[in-house]
């Protein structure tokens, strides 16, 4: 591996290269890790390991190479955003979708890392749960990222922030703690929202249904197997919902923080149909009814390439009903984040992944906003004490937390209605 003889710390102190940490020192046990699984079919044919050869710590890559010096926090001013998100080479959308769905609720990302911030030693802990055990593992891992020899870009997961290590250092985590980086080629998004939350999930297919004609939306629960070199399955309920009970579950979910995905059925990922790729996981992002409109808001894990039917970026909808644009807040952009209707979302979505949320002592904390250094620390403090104090948000999390482990319905009738109209 080639890097540079000594990098800095976060206080500015050299840091040098005998002392760096890496994770994996024996060549074979390196390789193992870097290994990949080439497809020669209909897939995308994935680079052999000799194409990693421009192997370079994060500190050396062309994308990241302003991480350190901008203030080494795992994210843009300490944050995390789902921008920051773009898949590589490798076939695991289902896990960018996974970190695009966490990426949007508040603290969530930052829960699975131990260490916090970018360090010149460049040793990194994480915590994955493994649900085999039913507890929370700790993942050391380096960085040295998988780079092009030929770019020296980073060969998978990408950021569209040069500040957003976090991108790389948690799909590093996630290939060590399923053996190795084609290991992710191909997975579960259900799967990677518990390894990432330790939270109960369920999964809601669209299928006919067992107890009269027509189609359904059946529930789905996450079995682990005893031993870890075998897959999770999943298991039928008896748990049926229509499509209009869906929308009105996904607006419930929603509001109580719950994290959404959705994916499209079997097929190649290099087809689509109106934008929408086949065999591939999107993070729903937002659900809203205004008036009579039931909106979707998707993410795209690669970070473009979007919708391109009814209430796409460009459509003259838009125009035409000004009062949903101001609703939903829409802007036109390329970044792999669009609106669709709940009608043409079901015609392409054909199962959804739900992650309950849980609030505990973790989730206490205090935004320094560090893209304003005068006055961040001071309204950090103001809004965090407010939030505790007077919205009763610190009271919840450390009197109210409770892990929940069952599936609820959403409310109907007049309740449902008020949810669709103010839930999210």
Not at 276 to 291: F, S
Request: glycine letters at 8%.
């Amino acid at each position: 591996m080639a890097g540079q003889e000594c990098t800095a710390d976060r206080q500015g102190n050299q840091v040098e290269a005998h002392k760096r940490y890496i994770c994996e020192r024996e060549p074979s046990r390196r390789q193992a890790l870097f290994r990949y699984a080439c497809n020669t079919g209909a897939a995308s044919m994935l680079p052999d390991f000799h194409q990693l050869a421009g192997t370079k710590q994060i500190v050396g890559c062309k994308d990241l190479a302003a991480s350190v010096a901008a203030g080494g926090a795992l994210g843009h001013a300490g944050k995390v955003e789902p921008s920051d998100i773009c898949q590589g080479q490798l076939g695991n959308c289902w896990l960018m979708s996974a970190c695009a769905c966490l990426a949007n609720q508040e603290g969530a990302i930052e829960q699975v890392f131990l260490t916090k911030e970018l360090t010149g030693y460049g040793k990194y802990k994480l915590q994955l749960y493994d649900g085999i055990k039913k507890k929370w593992q700790t993942v050391v891992v380096d960085d040295w990222i998988p780079c092009s020899a030929t770019t020296g870009r980073p060969m998978f997961a990408k950021t569209n922030d040069d500040n957003a290590a976090w991108v790389l250092l948690l799909e590093k985590a996630m290939a060590k703690f399923k053996g190795s980086y084609a290991a992710l080629d191909g997975g579960s998004t259900l799967w990677a929202l518990e390894a990432l939350t330790g939270d109960y999930v369920f999964k809601f297919k669209e299928e006919p249904s067992k107890k009269h004609a027509g189609l359904v939306w059946l529930r789905y629960d996450l079995v682990h197997p005893k031993k870890k070199d075998e897959e999770a399955m999943l298991a039928p309920t008896k748990d049926e919902l229509s499509s209009n009970e869906l929308f009105e579950t996904m607006i419930f979910y929603k509001r109580r923080k719950s994290v959404l995905a959705a994916s499209t059925g079997s097929g190649n990922d290099s087809q689509n149909t109106n934008g929408i790729v086949h065999g591939h996981a999107y993070a729903i992002v937002n659900v809203k009814q205004v008036d009579d409109f039931r909106m979707i808001q998707l993410m795209n894990p690669w970070g473009t390439f979007e919708w391109q039917g009814a209430w796409s970026d460009r459509s003259p909808l838009w125009r035409q009903h000004p009062k949903v644009a101001r609703a939903v807040d829409h802007t036109a952009e390329d970044d792999g984040t669009f609106w669709m209707e709940f009608k043409d979302f079901q015609k392409y979505f054909k199962c959804l992944d739900f992650c309950m949320r849980t609030t505990g002592w973790e989730d206490l904390r205090i935004n320094i906003y560090e893209d304003h250094p005068c006055c961040g620390p001071c309204w950090g403090c103001i809004t965090g004490c407010s939030k505790f104090w007077c919205c009763c948000l610190g009271c919840r999390a450390l009197l109210c937390a409770k892990k929940k482990q069952q599936f609820e319905r959403a409310p109907q009738g007049c309740c449902a209605g008020c949810i669709a109209k103010y839930g999210s």
